[in-house]
């Protein structure tokens, strides 16, 4: 957002080098949750917490930003740093931005940090086999380049590949091999209510394993070629704003016997906000799918949810999701707040 940049927010020192902020932007966020799931062992669940985030963001200096939280406490685990990144804007006076750090390689699709239902985004958590590759977080560089006379954007991706997992004890690298993965994506505005959009994925990861073949124990190495590849399409009319994505992945060997398996995901939201960024509630329908030749990582499921905000910072949730796949409901009610 444009702002007004006042010398009195922040703290010089006489030098036009130094921007530091006069009082240090914290915030926090807590998510709270009752969940009744069908045909479960346990259908019953108060996950209060369900999460506990610490927030920054502020300015580092003239276009350059910052941002990053750190999970206190995710399903009652400390998950450490997720989002972490230094973003500079319109570089060189142009239209160009980078950020670096750690983000979801989702980002320029859906984000998933944002959306307003309990039910994720499936399809972009979805990994294969013994792949640790999916299109959530990992470290990486992301450019982006908007042409604001014709509405076209484009994000270009770097990244480790193997998402945000510890570095290695004897090595001390976060990157398990030496291969690096490429996303791109492209949209173009058709006026000023409809965005259509492609996106590609490649990456390569080294996977090794043991695993039991006629009783004997044996270890597979080898090497797993992954691409991404769809299109996507937002459209706004009024208070209603739809976005569906639909993505192919394959995977050339992402077990020791399996070769060549090829998995299409789906999801589609449509959110009701009739008085748009001014409404005290909203309306959310969520449609995942996944299709694998493997079976296992098969998921359909259809979402509505209501948000009501009881205050700007707070607001309650209910939430029904059906699950096609297993035949089952689940029922979730909810409180989200930041301060």
Known sequence: MKENVNERDYITAGDPLLWLNRTFPIAVRLDAFGVYEENQEVDTDLETPWGLKLLSGGALYKNIGYYFYFYMSERGEVAGIEDAYVHFDNIFKTELDVMVGQFQTSDPLMKRELRLTFEDYMFYTRKIG???INLTYDRGVMLTYG???????????????????????????FDKDKYKNLAFRAKQGIGENIGIGGYFYYGKEKIAYEYVADSITALFSGTNK?????????????????????LMRKDTQPEANIKDIETSGIIAELIYSPQLDKSRYYLTALYNRIDSDLDQYDYESGTLGATYLVARNLRLTAEFTRDM????NRFVLGLVTAF
């Open 130 to 132: 013994y792949s640790d």
């Open 147 to 173: 042409i604001n006379k014709t509405g076209t954007e484009f994000v270009g991706i770097v990244g480790n590949g193997n998402g945000k997992g510890v570095a290695d004890e004897e090595t001390r690298k």
């Open 226 to 246: 992954v691409t991404y590849w769809g299109p996507d399409l937002d459209i706004t009319v009024g208070p209603l704003a739809f976005t569906g994505n639909y």
């Open 325 to 328: 796949q297993k035949d089952a």
